[in-house]
């Protein structure tokens, strides 16, 4: 399966809308999208769409927070599946990352 981003600037966040499966494959196209982005702006990246997620996915979102961190910016993730939102939590980075799975369908 592919992965498909589509970026949209809402106020001051740009809001990344991922669909698709972010494995080894399709990781480095969501890291070369999302990195350079949080280290100039707030970014909220949707994740309703994600049918899977591996680790090389979750190391993605780890290298973000840390460039976000470093540059005083926030990462947030909404619209979590219960399947993907379970690797967050086995791994502990439920506890570092924002997450909000309450929030689905967010593509205005």
Do not use: C, W
């Not at 698709?20 to 999208?33: N, Q, R, S």
């Not at 999302?34 to 979102?61: C, K, N, R």
């Amino acid at each position: 399966m592919d992965l498909a981003i589509r970026e949209q600037v809402i106020g001051e966040q740009l809001h990344l809308y991922v669909s698709g499966e972010v494995d080894t494959y399709t990781a480095p196209k969501l890291k070369e999208v999302l990195h350079p982005a949080i280290s100039e702006q707030d970014v909220v990246v949707h994740l309703d769409e994600v049918e899977y997620m591996d680790s090389t996915g979750l190391g993605v979102f780890v290298g973000a927070l840390k460039i976000a961190t470093r540059n005083e910016k926030e990462l947030s993730l909404v619209g979590v599946t219960d399947r993907v939102n379970r690797l967050f939590e086995l791994t502990g980075l439920h506890k570092l990352l924002s997450i909000n799975s309450n929030v689905r369908g967010g593509t205005q």
